[in-house]
């Protein structure tokens, strides 16, 4: 890998916070003219229903090839300089951040596509679940965006595809 | 865990299931949110004949625990973290994850 190329993925365990700080300073750089993040937070409500807390799993391994894999993606798209991904696993509270993407580039439209681009493919292709805990019950959410993906992952041509980078 | 009558009539001639090692294949299935709900287990050590698929898994998974038939449509399978078909052939410890709609992020 070149020596220019930072990317840094981490599956958070439960009751550790996001701190973005940590990712904003591991991506910024001297040439580095713009820096793009997302942070993804539990609303209060979902259909008029009052949401207590979320709460995540992953399949660890598996989920953190996918992050640098699709960190690998952006690469190929954006001129980027460094990646940071991290997301918490374990209950996320109303109003707590769950995801956390940061992107630097030189100039500021790559780092801002690519962000956009992480976390819709961290959306449809990382696995990681999380069940919505209202008052009197709890349901585990599905992605729209692995719905429309679902048919393309197992294909031969996407392993291939990623084997190759 | 042993083998159920059903499976030994729905297999071929040839297959003897723990006579002889070389023609069977131990893997290892993880059940994840809501598959996780449904087995009730984490995971499970599975036994199939040599050149089983992991078609041949689900089949062997559902037979067992036939309220996985709710998620059949909507799940993924991940062969040693990595998405893959119904049509490949597992090997011999190999692991095989039952991925449900996945809700990251």
């Given amino acids: 890998m070149a020596e220019e190329e930072r990317t840094q993925v981490e599956i958070l365990e439960e009751n550790n916070l996001i701190d973005m700080t940590k990712y904003i300073n591991y991506v910024s750089a001297p040439q580095a003219g713009g820096i ?8 209060d409500t979902f259909e ?13 391994p598996m989920a953190i090839r996918c992050m640098k894999s ?9 001129n980027l ?3 940071a991904v991290a997301h918490r696993l374990g209950s996320v509270p109303v109003g707590e951040t769950s995801v956390f993407i940061a992107v630097s580039s030189v100039h500021r439209a790559d780092a801002l596509d690519a962000c956009k681009f992480l976390i819709d493919e961290l ?15 709890e349901v585990w959410k599905e992605n729209s965006e692995f719905a429309e993906r679902r048919l393309e992952l197992g294909k ?10 | 865990m042993d083998v159920t009558d059903r499976e030994i009539k729905t297999k071929n001639a040839e297959c003897k299931p723990t006579e002889n090692k070389g023609s069977s294949v131990q893997i290892k299935v993880l059940f994840f949110a809501r598959a996780r709900d449904l087995t009730g ?10 050149g089983s698929t992991t078609q041949d898994c689900l089949n062997k998974l559902v037979a067992r625990f036939p309220s996985l038939e709710e998620i059949l449509g909507s799940m993924v399978l991940a062969l040693n973290e990595e998405y893959t078909n119904e049509s490949v052939i597992v090997q011999d410890k190999d692991e095989l994850a039952l991925i449900p709609p996945i809700s990251g992020g």
């Fill in chain 1, 36 to 43: 793009a993040t997302f942070a993804g937070t539990t609303r």
């Fill in chain 1, 48 to 60: 008029g229903k009052s949401v207590v807390e979320l709460r995540y799993e992953a399949y660890v």
């Fill in chain 1, 70 to 78: 699709m960190c690998s993606s952006a690469r190929s798209s954006w």
């Fill in chain 1, 81 to 83: 300089h460094s990646i």
């Fill in chain 1, 123 to 137: 959306k449809a292709t990382v696995p990681i679940w999380k069940k919505e805990v209202y008052a009197n019950g």
């Fill in chain 1, 156 to 165: 031969d041509g996407i392993a291939a595809e990623e084997k190759s980078r």
């Fill in chain 2, 41 to 50: 287990l984490a995971e499970l050590p599975l036994e199939l004949t040599s």
